[in-house]
């Protein structure tokens, strides 16, 4: 069965660097999602990316973030100069359609910030 | 705003019984979706089960069943025959129907273990 891939699965960054999060969707995917879940708080949505442009985002989606799909199937999370409060777990999801198609998961990135 | 509340942070349950998950939500909305999503440990976070607002009827999955409760804005999910398998983390999730197309609003979840 088809899988969403997030790679690494750990990230150490130190505070100020740029990191670059990856992710593969499902093929015949349309919507992509980030997704965040510091340790011991709730799963929190970020952003939501389709048709090659960001259809929705949250308050925490600062420009401190952004989003790309630079080659068809890599969906990419860019934190520009991390805090120390980015330390947390980073879901990449996709789903074939928009409202109410099920979104699938990736296992996470975690990155911790130093 | 909407806001998902899973206040059993931890369950337990001997393999083969029967375990009831806890959630309750808030929405000013009329339609939106419901779901319990299953991570285990070191996994990818799986739909095990999914609500329409509009239907009535309770949502069945093999194994799995809900109790929603419209009017009280509750959402449990019921494992019958838990097995070891069903160790994992559970969170409940709501969703508004049209308009954004992702922002899926997740509880905190439940650790639930089962023990043989």
């Known amino acids: 069965e088809p899988e969403v891939t997030q790679t690494p699965s750990h990230q150490v960054t130190q505070m100020g660097q740029e990191v670059i999060l990856r992710c593969v969707p499902i093929?015949?995917?349309?919507?992509f999602y980030w997704y965040r879940q510091i340790l011991g708080q709730k799963v929190e949505f970020l952003v939501s990316?389709?048709?090659?442009?960001?259809?929705?985002k949250s308050e925490i989606f600062d420009d401190q973030f952004s989003v790309e799909r630079p080659d068809g199937s890599n969906f990419t999370l860019k934190i520009r100069s991390t805090k120390l409060e980015d330390s947390a777990m980073y879901f990449c999801?996709?789903?074939?359609?928009?409202?109410?198609?099920?979104?699938?998961f990736g296992p996470g990135t975690r990155l911790t910030v130093t | 705003a909407q806001t998902v509340t899973q206040s059993q942070p931890e369950m337990s349950v001997q393999e083969a019984e029967t375990v009831t998950l806890s959630c309750t939500y808030d929405?000013?909305?009329?339609?939106?979706?419901l779901f319990w999503y299953k991570q285990p440990p070191s996994r990818q976070m799986i739909l095990v089960i999914r609500?329409?607002?509009?239907?009535?009827q309770n949502a069945t999955e093999n194994r799995f069943s809900v109790n929603f409760q419209k009017a009280a804005k509750s959402f449990s999910l019921k494992i019958s025959d838990s097995q070891l398998g069903d160790t994992a983390m559970y969170f409940c999730?709501?969703?508004?129907?049209?308009?954004?197309?992702?922002?899926?609003?997740f509880g905190k979840g439940t650790k639930l273990s089962v023990k043989p």
């Open positions: 999801a996709s789903s074939e359609g928009g409202t109410g198609y099920e979104q699938y």
């Open positions: 999730a709501s969703k508004n129907y049209g308009g954004s197309q992702g922002n899926l609003i």
């Open positions: 609500q329409e607002a509009y239907k009535q």
């Open positions: 093929s015949n995917h349309l919507y």
């Open positions: 990316f389709y048709n090659n442009e960001i259809s929705e």
């Open positions: 929405t000013s909305e009329n339609n939106y979706y």
